[in-house]
């Protein structure tokens, strides 16, 4: 059964750090590129982090380049987002999602297979 599941999410402070962690199973993450995408109340789901399968090039949405970053263990079969100086507008359902197949760079589009999310909630 192809699976992604996430974790590492909770509740944390303005300026806090959280671990997001999107293993797989069944399938090889390292051949696929991997997206988290975020989902706040009310908003349409956005595009967060991407990691190429090919090289390691990443992608970030603007709101968060120099807070997040992605990175990925094959050997554990998990990628992660490590996330810093969290806002409350990070607030939301973080999902994973992989595309299979070999590319050089990444984008927001076309994800194969996704998780079920993770809450991470930022607040005082």
């Known amino acids: 059964q192809l699976q992604l599941v996430e974790s590492g999410g909770g509740l944390v402070q303005p300026g806090g750090s959280l671990r997001l962690s999107c293993a797989a199973s069944?399938?090889?993450?390292?051949?696929?590129?991997i997206g988290w995408f975020r989902q706040a109340p009310g908003k349409e789901r956005e595009g967060v982090s991407c990691?190429?399968?090919?090289?390691?090039?990443?992608n970030y949405t603007d709101s968060v380049k120099g807070r997040f970053t992605i990175s990925r263990d094959n050997a554990k079969n998990t990628v992660y987002l490590q996330m810093n100086s969290l806002k409350p507008d990070d607030t939301g359902i973080y999902y994973c999602?992989?595309?299979?197949?070999?590319?050089?760079?990444?984008?927001?589009?076309?994800?194969?297979?996704w998780g079920q999310g993770t809450q991470v909630t930022v607040a005082s």
């Open positions: 999602a992989a595309r299979h197949g070999l590319f050089r760079i990444c984008v927001f589009d076309e994800y194969d297979y």
């Open positions: 069944g399938f090889t993450l390292n051949d696929c590129a």
């Open positions: 990691i190429a399968s090919e090289g390691g090039r990443t």
